[in-house]
């Protein structure tokens, strides 16, 4: 059953198209994720399942109930949608109580301990309850707002880049409290961001948006592994994207012969694959070679960037210690499949290209989608 339904979402500003055709199902107790660079929709389609904005045309229906759509607008605070903004919007002149409050229906908001056990359910000690808003970190004041967002028990919580402004540290913290209260409550939640990384390590499922359309709705795994096209998946991940010539069912590529996780047509093509695909060896001539441009080093694992000859660079994701250093010249072997996708005509690439995860989507415009 689905906690949240939007059909067919229609939305301009003046004579510019904001939102296009969109349909989203969320089910009930799941969490999505809406994915996109900026000013792609995201917070639009966020105000209008709110009730803040009226689509153009479409409906919103929660539960059951209608709550947008031709000739009907049920008011933002009548919708049983609780909302988290960007940077908290806690209120400065209430404590912390008093804002949990505000979100708690009337006949429960002589409770204190209802409130403690809102605080505890976002991770935060009852002590704080006292204190003012500007006396919390950015991460606490996060979860004081979703502890008023949830407070009502609203049917379905809209959380909009709500890690945004927190440090990475912080971040991650946060996410899990965020995280953990959403589940222990059973809560209906979507969540606005532009972090590939957040999108896929929260959500249930991932909607991409791109220039007001949405491009694809699935679970992460399956958007990692199978996005809908190249754009998609070097904006949900770090890409090696090579061109290839497929013959029976096999690319023929720089990186060499690679299975195929799909079908795909005899001729050219486009292939994807993961920088943790690619795994790094003795130059023994019998595999691909490539000189190590460069290393970045994280600890858990590293990047290493990779000189193929002809010119162009790809990067492998490695695990461990034993790194190869910059200069040397070294084999590549792959490992799994590659995902084909159609030749571009007219934009060859340099042999195969590495992308950063959220380059490519950030350069589609709205118009050429
Ligand atoms: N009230 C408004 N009037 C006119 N244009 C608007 C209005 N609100 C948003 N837009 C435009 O609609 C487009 C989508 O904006 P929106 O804020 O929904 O994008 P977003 O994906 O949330 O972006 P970001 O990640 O930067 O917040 C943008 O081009 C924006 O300039």
Known sequence: MSALALQGITKSFGTTPVLTGVDLHVPVGSLTALLGPSGCGKTTLLRVIAGFDDPDTGTVTVGERLVAGPGRSVPARRRDIGFVPQEGGLFPHLSVAGNVTFGLPRRLRRDAGRVRELLALVGLDGDLADRAPHQLSGGQQQRVAL????????????????FSSLDATLREETRQAVAAALTATGATAVLVTHDQAEALSMADQVAVLRGGRLVQLTDPR??????????????VGESVVLEAD?????????LGELALDGAASDGPARVLLRPEQLRLGAPTGAVPQAR????????HDSRVWLDLPGGATVIARLEGAELPLVGQDVGI??????LPFPAVPGAALSGAV????????????????
């Open 147 to 162: 502890a008023r967002a949830l407070a009502p028990e609203p049917s379905v919580v809209l959380l909009d880049e709500p």
């Open 222 to 235: 399956t958007l990692y592994r199978h996005p809908a096209d190249l754009d998609v998946a070097t904006f």
């Open 246 to 254: 497929v013959r029976d069912g096999r690319a023929h590529s720089i």
């Open 292 to 299: 190590v441009r460069s290393v970045d080093f994280y600890g």
């Open 333 to 338: 072997t792959v490992v799994g499949r590659a």
């Open 354 to 369: 590495a992308l950063s995860a959220g380059t490519e989507m950030d350069a589609v415009p709205a118009e050429s989608v």
